[in-house]
């Protein structure tokens, strides 16, 4: 898998991630008025799919209306 698909296709699954992170702390310069930066940097080694994303079943609220479909109203009625 491309890793640009990964959100997309990944979304919803249980997913198990080995990765490694590395920190480094950049002190400042004596006499310099700002503080230190603390930089982190992951590196992905492993990628283990443990249960596939469940299919999205659209909710009825979001469904799209047809025009043509009689039970449509196309107005609100006046109580």
């Known amino acids: ?3 640009q698909y990964y959100r997309r296709q990944l979304m919803g699954a249980m997913v198990k991630l080995h990765f490694t992170l590395t920190h480094w702390s950049i002190g400042a310069k004596p006499g310099d008025s ?5 930089t982190y940097s992951a ?5 283990r799919v443990l249960r596939k994303p469940l299919p999205s079943i659209p909710s009825p609220q979001q ?3 047809s025009p043509t479909d ?3 109203p196309t107005k609100k009625a006046k109580i």
Do not use: C, G, I
Request: proline share 11%.
């Open 70 to 72: 009689p039970m449509t």
């Open 1 to 3: 898998m491309h890793p």
């Open 34 to 38: 700002q503080q230190s930066v603390d």
């Open 63 to 65: 469904r799209k209306v």
């Open 43 to 47: 590196e992905l080694f492993s990628t």
